[in-house]
């Protein structure tokens, strides 16, 4: 297991639409994390602008570096290795970051550490804990942009168990969110509406693609639309009505959206919760990681806890959505791997864990 890293690592991350610079001390240790997330330049669109996002990264990528130096209490010039997101992400986004990083590297001649996003979600369960995850693990990274289950042998061993065939988890929040009108981003809006009822007569179908570690939200996300639309046919109402009588269409019920709110969460979080567990098992895992910004979400924590047979490492709420410093512990890792780079570099978009 690796233990450290150099004295002191700054770590870049800018792949979707936070900006976030890390200092860490021997590679794991994070003494200052700052990052600024752009939610309301994309708010009034719904949803991330590429072109605002990587734009936002350029005006603030320096001063978020400033800050997180003189958080940690050291000078630039002190930094041993500087590491940075490569991908997967938002082309023009990643470039900013790397661009920002390549030019501290060269200017500082200490190498330059590409990282890989998802590695970064997995290196997270590393960060504020007494003891790492013992090993092997299964994690579900679940974000924005990604839903995999993966088998993490060691840091930089992986296999991908499954992914989502169509949307991400967290997609899935951003979008049903955006179609009950809670605004942008899905996730945390879900939650605070289904937290106003404490329980709601909808059943949302599930996708569980037996015999397979895929997951599948399109389905539910069209269910959800239905319904919103009052679009259900009788079998389908009757069928994720347990009591009919509580629907009829145009019907106006109170806290209709607190209702499809908590349904809809509840429908995600049974099965990331059940295909990670039997992923685990399976696999005979020797602990859990619960990751990525959907990880933030209070059910799906409190929900895998109750049903975990190994221990289950979920990173804090500010480490599970995008930050650097789960960049800085995978920079670490790849120093110790050999893999830091004087080489030219280059954003990888499409970049995969395995
Ligand atoms: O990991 P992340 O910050 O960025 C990506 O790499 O995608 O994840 C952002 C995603 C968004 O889709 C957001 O709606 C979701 O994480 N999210 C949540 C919660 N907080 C953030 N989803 C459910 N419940 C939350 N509390
Ligand atoms: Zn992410």
Known sequence: ?????????????????????????????????????????????????????????????????????????????????????????????????????????????????????????IAAAWLDVDRPPELPAVALIVSGGHTELVFVKAPGSYRVLGRTRDDAAGEAFDKVARMLGLGFPGGPKIEQAAAMVSSTPIDFPRSWLEGTNDFSFSGLKAAVQRLHDDKLGPDEAARMFSNSDVWTPKRAWPNRAAHIALAFEQAVVDVLVHKTIRAAEIHHARSIILTGGVAANSRLRREMQAAAPVPLYIPLPSRCTDNAAMIGVAGAWAIARGDESFQPVDIAPGLRIA
Request: hydrophobic residues 45%; charged residues 15%.
């Open 1 to 121: 297991m690796i233990e450290t890293g150099p004295p002191w690592l700054l770590a870049i991350e800018t792949s979707c639409d936070d900006t976030s610079v890390a200092i860490l001390r021997d590679g794991i240790i994070p003494m200052a994390t700052v990052s600024q997330a752009q939610i309301e330049p994309h708010a009034i669109f719904g949803g991330i602008v590429p072109e605002v996002a990587s734009r936002i990264h350029m005006q603030i990528v320096d001063e978020v570096c400033r800050s997180a130096l003189s958080q940690a209490g050291i000078k630039v010039g002190e930094i041993d290795a500087v590491a940075v997101t490569i991908g997967p992400g938002l082309p023009g986004s990643l470039m900013v970051g790397l661009e920002f990083g390549r030019g501290l590297a060269y200017g500082l001649e200490v190498p330059l550490v590409p990282v890989n996003h998802l590695e970064g979600h």
